[in-house]
């Protein structure tokens, strides 16, 4: 079984102590392997599955959130309102179409690009965007996106899934396995955060508990198709329908 994870803190919970190899990356780079047969199973962005829903996704599990997620920001210095451009995070895939949606439906139109020079307005996400702020906490002002999902629709928001391709025999089995492992990573919250030398426990202890949900039930669920919705009426994504195949 070739697995692959995203490679931020967000997702420990939901990869420590697996027996086995695992691909660790940035997300587009998983997308693009998931994609292309190189991966059997992976947790990237959820809007892998919006552009390309053949997969089957491991039901219960998720990187969400229900309000600010900490992590997910445009780092800026300007009003927000009145931004020209924004550069994106090349990773970022979930995170840049929310951003393209978030300022559809507030009626703003900064110039999306590339690049960006430290003044200029960024999204950041993952542990960059921890370790920015960190840096850079009294120079800029930070636009948390899942913050104003949540203003906006009033649901949680998906940021990646387990994607299971459609070939991969038994997707149950490999699903059972890894919401298990879910279940005894936050089970033992305290000792997974204990492990942790770079970010320091109190920081791990807010973003696991207070920032972030890795569950993928019902709320979360309407949050995802919410986010297809307007990435259609964005025109990020093809009009059609969706049918969550869940194992």
């Given amino acids: 079984m070739r697995i692959g994870c995203v490679k931020y803190l967000n997702a420990r919970p939901l990869i420590y102590g697996w027996e086995g190899k695992v691909v660790l990356d940035h997300p587009s780079v998983l997308c693009a392997q998931l994609a292309r047969g190189e991966l059997d199973v992976a947790l990237v962005s959820s809007f892998e599955f919006l552009r390309n829903p053949v997969y089957r ?14 992590s997910v920001v445009v780092a800026h210095h300007a009003e927000f309102a009145e931004l020209k451009e924004i550069a994106l995070d090349p990773a970022a895939e979930t995170s840049g179409n929310l951003l393209r949606c978030l300022l559809g439906e507030l009626d703003l139109n900064p ?12 999204l950041l996400i993952g542990d960059q ?17 899942g913050e104003h999902w949540k203003k906006l629709r009033g649901l949680p928001f998906v940021y990646a899934l387990w994607l299971v391709r459609p070939e991969v025999e038994d997707p149950r089995l490999i699903a059972d396995r890894l919401r298990k492992l879910r279940e005894e990573n936050l089970a033992n919250l305290d000792k997974l ?3 942790e030398t770079e970010f320091g426990r109190a920081f791990c202890d807010r973003y ?24 259609q009426k964005h025109e990020l994504l093809p009009k059609r329908d969706f049918v969550l195949d869940l194992v």
């Avoid at 110039?111 to 960024?122: D, K, N, Q, V, Y």
């Avoid at 920015?132 to 948390?144: A, E, G, P, V």
Wanted: hydrophobic letters at 40%; a positive charge; glycine letters at 8%.
């Fill in 57 to 70: 996704m491991v039901d219960g599990v998720s990187i969400s959130s229900d309000g600010p997620v900490y």
């Fill in 111 to 122: 110039r999306i690009r590339s690049t960006s020079a430290l003044e200029s307005a960024r």
């Fill in 129 to 145: 965007a921890i370790r920015f702020r960190r840096q850079h906490s009294n120079d800029f002002h930070f636009w948390d996106l």
């Fill in 193 to 195: 955060i204990a492990n």
């Fill in 208 to 231: 696991y508990r207070q920032h972030l949900r890795f569950n993928f039930g019902g709320e979360e669920k309407k949050g995802l198709l919410a986010f297809a919705e307007l990435c």
